[in-house]
């Protein structure tokens, strides 16, 4: 096959296989072949830049870097929503309408209120143009590239769509996702996000489009605006929405009367805790768009429409007690123990209580009766005390001052919520918890060894610490409980087959807190082997791209602690990877050292992702726009002509694909 007919054909399977998967939720082939396939399509595209297509599914993982949003007026303005909460008011609602449209028959669609963070989406001919926050509901925020990374937005629509429109939805995480993400968060000694909507809303507005393609976001639409659109209600509006291509919930229905629409109302209060994602209410819309069109907007919302808000769900029970749980990082979580609850059609048992400020200013005591909350959120809340039911004799809190597992003072540094054990070599759950981040699956990996296997290892006093795992052997570990020969040669074979985990995964390992997977593959890279990292100042890390005084600091402590030092050169003993691999030494130099390139336009030899790379590798740091500060501005095909111009007003050298190559 010719190469063009080729690339097009694998673009457009890769598009339906995402609209299947994203739109659909309902995906013909595995993940696998979808990610061989598209790896397929990345390498004809990089030979072949002349075949570029704004729409192609590779450019769904990203890569730009968006430093400033661009503020953009709306052609149409994003209005807000009248809240109601009886059907006492939707009955009102109704009525006013109808003094407004005189005696005719009205209908409306009800759907769920997604909650997230809405967005408003340009279409021209078919493709995907503009993407805006809604911001005040005038102007918001261009954040196009982010959204381009998610893939239930389709790039390009297919069937009879008008020719420009706006479309409106809301940028939604689903709670599985919200929970992975989170997660991860906790593995990296992180604080996790606090609730789906204000994560998702937050996303939009990354620097680093990649970073937005890796989380789980979904864009669900409701609404459509424009001229000249071939069809004539909301409901109908949907239908045509879902062909083109959207993702638009079919939960959706066209109601006769506030009886029908209270009825829904009610069906969805309690069905909306199976779905993926949370939903805080019910939208009510005239169905006819006509009808519409007459009844117009107030300064604030329109009045065809009414967001119906679902009650939070909340009961009363007693706090039985306040206990306390010490995390891997020495971070101490107060948590809630509760007479048991049924609550949104789950048992109840336990609360986070987050820190010693929420305590004191809910002054929430042992004993107290206590109201729980459960809005959308996964995990409940205690949200006030039922103060004419405390008891007399009644004691405040007194925050615990000492460590529950260690007996360690406890620390709390400035600026932070939380308390710390900084007892971190003795501290049991603490040393367990390292352990247990050691052998996890992104870090070193080891086979045959799992969570409780590390605590009663640890309880039988036959490890300490991670360095300790390599000590291991057959006949120590045969006598455990449940511990069949088997499975102790698989946990000493695991362990010894770690000792080939590259570098960064092995510094990833090491637990040091604020290093994630990101942060250890940039610092192997910029030290290259942990004798150098182990020198370096925070002066000179925080030099490093993307690290920040946080991590340097963090670090720099990490490795002046004697104890560190120790296991670290008893694991090089051992014989694991503390330095990158010859293979990974070879592509790298520090010829560009100190350089910085702005990358533009299509190349011939090279795919931009590649040239990108190149730069790295080499110890050069790549910039998104040009400033005082780029050293050389890389111009391939096709450079835009504001970047030249640039360029050349900065006296900002600009050189070919070719003259780079030399450079490397
Ligand atoms: P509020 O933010 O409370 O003023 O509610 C208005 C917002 O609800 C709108 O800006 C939309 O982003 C959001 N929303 C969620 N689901 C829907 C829906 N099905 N129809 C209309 N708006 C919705
Ligand atoms: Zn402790």
Redesign the pocket.
């Known amino acids: 096959m010719e190469v063009k007919a080729k690339i097009e054909a694998l673009r457009d399977e890769l598009r339906a296989h995402n609209y299947n998967y994203y739109v659909l939720d309902n995906p013909t082939i595995s993940d696998f072949e979808f990610d061989m396939k598209l790896k397929e399509l990345q390498t004809f595209e990089e030979k072949h830049p002349e075949f570029y297509d704004a729409t192609s599914p590779t450019l769904r993982v990203g890569g730009t870097i968006t430093k400033n949003f661009e503020t953009i007026v709306h052609e149409h303005r994003?209005y807000?929503?009248d809240?109601s909460y009886s059907k006492e008011d939707l009955e009102d609602w109704e009525k006013r309408i109808q003094r407004i449209l005189g005696d005719v028959q009205v209908a409306f669609t009800c759907?769920?209120?997604?909650d997230g963070a809405?967005i408003s989406l340009t279409y021209e001919n078919g493709l995907l143009v503009k993407a805006v926050t809604?911001g005040d509901g005038i102007q918001g925020d261009d954040v196009t590239n982010n959204i381009k990374t998610i893939k239930s937005v389709p790039l390009q629509l297919k069937g009879d769509y008008p020719d420009k429109f706006d479309i409106r939805g809301?940028i939604i995480l689903t709670l599985e996702g919200f929970a992975k993400m989170n997660q991860e968060r906790l593995a990296n000694g992180e604080e996790a996000y606090m609730n789906p909507r204000n994560t998702a809303s937050g996303s939009l507005k990354l620097q680093d489009s990649a970073e937005v393609a890796k989380r789980p976001l979904e864009c669900l639409l409701?609404?459509i605006v424009g001229k000249n659109l071939n069809f004539e209600t909301q409901f109908e509006m949907l239908k045509k929405a879902r062909e083109w291509g959207f993702k638009v919930p079919t939960v959706a229905k066209l109601c006769k009367t506030t009886n029908e629409v209270m009825h829904f109302v009610e069906e969805w209060d309690v069905k909306r805790h199976d779905l993926p994602y949370e939903t805080d209410g019910v939208?009510v819309k005239v169905n006819s768009l006509r009808y519409q069109d007459e009844l117009g907007y107030t300064a604030k919302a329109p009045r065809w429409a009414m967001?119906y808000k679902f009650k939070a769900e909340q009961v009363s029970t007693v706090l039985h007690q306040i206990t306390y749980q010490v995390g891997r990082t020495g971070a101490i979580t107060p948590v809630a123990n509760l007479k048991p609850v049924l609550l949104a059609g789950t048992t109840v048992k336990r609360a986070s209580l987050h820190n010693a400020d929420q305590i004191a200013k809910l002054d929430i005591r042992e004993g107290d009766t206590v109201f729980v909350e459960k809005g959308g959120e996964i995990i409940p809340k205690i949200i006030a005390v039922d103060f004419t039911k405390r008891s007399i004799g009644s004691e405040p809190t007194t925050y615990i001052t000492h460590c529950p597992e260690c007996e360690t003072g406890l620390i709390r540094n400035e600026g932070e919520a939380q308390h710390f054990c900084p007892n971190d070599t003795g501290c049991p759950p603490q040393i367990t918890g390292r352990i247990q981040h050691f052998i996890s699956r992104k870090a070193m990996d080891i086979e045959g060894l799992g969570g409780e296997t590390v605590e009663l290892l640890f309880k039988e006093g036959l490890i300490q610490n991670y360095a300790d795992l390599y000590t291991l052997t057959k006949e120590l570990v045969m006598p455990l409980e449940r511990m069949a020969e088997k499975s102790a040669e698989n946990l000493v074979n695991g362990v010894a087959a770690s000792k080939s985990i590259p570098f960064e995964r092995v510094l990833f390992a090491l637990g040091i807190r604020y290093v994630g997977e990101t942060v250890a593959k940039k610092l192997a890279k910029a030290y290259k082997n942990i004798d150098a990292l182990m020198k370096a100042t925070e002066e000179e890390l925080v030099a490093v791209d993307e690290i920040g005084g946080r991590i340097a600091e963090s670090v720099v402590q990490f490795f002046s602690e004697v104890s560190n030092q120790e296991i670290v050169a008893r694991l090089k003993s051992y014989g694991l990877q503390f330095s990158l691999s010859e293979e990974q030494l070879q592509n790298q130099s520090d010829v560009l050292k100190g350089k910085t390139f702005v990358v533009s336009g299509v190349f011939e030899t090279l795919g931009r992702t590649e040239l990108k790379k190149l730069i790295e590798d080499n110890g050069g740091k790549v910039a998104s726009s040009i400033s005082s500060k780029t050293t050389y501005l890389v111009a391939g095909d096709k450079m835009g002509p504001s970047k030249r111009t640039k360029a050349e007003n900065l006296g900002v050298p600009i050189i070919s694909e070719q003259d780079f190559l030399a450079m490397v």
């Open positions: 994003m807000s929503l809240n759907e769920l209120k997604y809405s809604r809301e409701y609404s939208v967001a």
